[in-house]
T-cell receptor
């Protein structure tokens, strides 16, 4: 199994509070991704990173920011959480970012509830 | 832009029944195609993949063939088991972006 750890695995918070989710990998993979999973929507990309300090937006990036100061860590921050951000968040990594048909490896998910 | 469409669920089958989950894609280039499976409480894991037209991906009795002419990548299994109960996601990849379908929930009853 790919070494991907997400923390926290479960969190309940209140509207307006900041929240940071952490993804840690031990595979030294270049590409890291944050997705959210919601019923009827499947997985939607929030942000991704293609190297240290190199990030880009996905299709649902509003209200989220990310940082990657080390190869192994990719942080997702909700500056002011809203109820619409209640979701299950998945981190994924890829060695090649899809080039040469590389696959994605997923963490176990972080369930966030915003009251 | 690129996208993936897969049949809506949920799908309920009896053990040993034949399974088909339809998946079609739109892409500006020549994507690789994937099926991922998600068991309850877990992240997604790769089930099979195909990287070019007419390739067949297979794993654990599941198969899917990359059909460029119909832009499809349907998942099939000849005889499902209770342990196959999960959510299945079709996905495509172009460059460093991955696109996922909405998922199809499969329940296999004994």
């Amino acid at each position: 199994d790919a070494g991907i750890t997400q923390s926290p695995r479960h969190k309940v918070t209140e509207t307006g509070t900041p929240v940071t989710l952490r993804c840690h990998q031990t595979e030294n993979h270049r590409y890291m991704y944050w997705y959210r999973q919601d019923p009827g929507h499947g997985l939607r990309l929030i942000h991704y990173s293609y190297g240290v300090k190199d990030t880009d937006k996905g299709e649902v990036s509003d209200g989220y920011s990310v940082s990657r100061s080390k190869t192994e860590d990719f942080l997702l921050t909700l500056e002011s959480a809203t109820s619409s951000q209640t979701s299950v968040y998945f981190c994924a990594i890829s060695g090649t970012g899809g080039l040469n048909t590389g696959e994605l490896f997923f963490g176990e998910g972080s369930r966030l509830t915003v009251l | 832009g690129d996208s993936v469409t897969q049949m809506e669920g949920p799908v309920t089958l009896s053990e040993e029944a034949f399974l088909t989950i339809n998946c079609t894609y739109t892409a500006t280039g020549y994507p690789s195609l994937f099926w991922y499976v998600q068991y309850p409480g877990e992240g997604l894991q790769l089930l099979l993949k195909a990287t070019k037209a007419d390739d067949k991906g297979s794993n654990k009795g599941f198969e899917a063939t990359y059909r460029k002419e119909t832009t499809s990548f349907h998942l099939e299994k000849g005889s499902v088991q209770v342990s196959d109960s999960a959510v299945y996601f079709c996905a495509s990849n172009t460059g460093n972006q991955f696109y996922f379908g909405t998922g199809t929930s499969l329940t296999v009853i004994p």
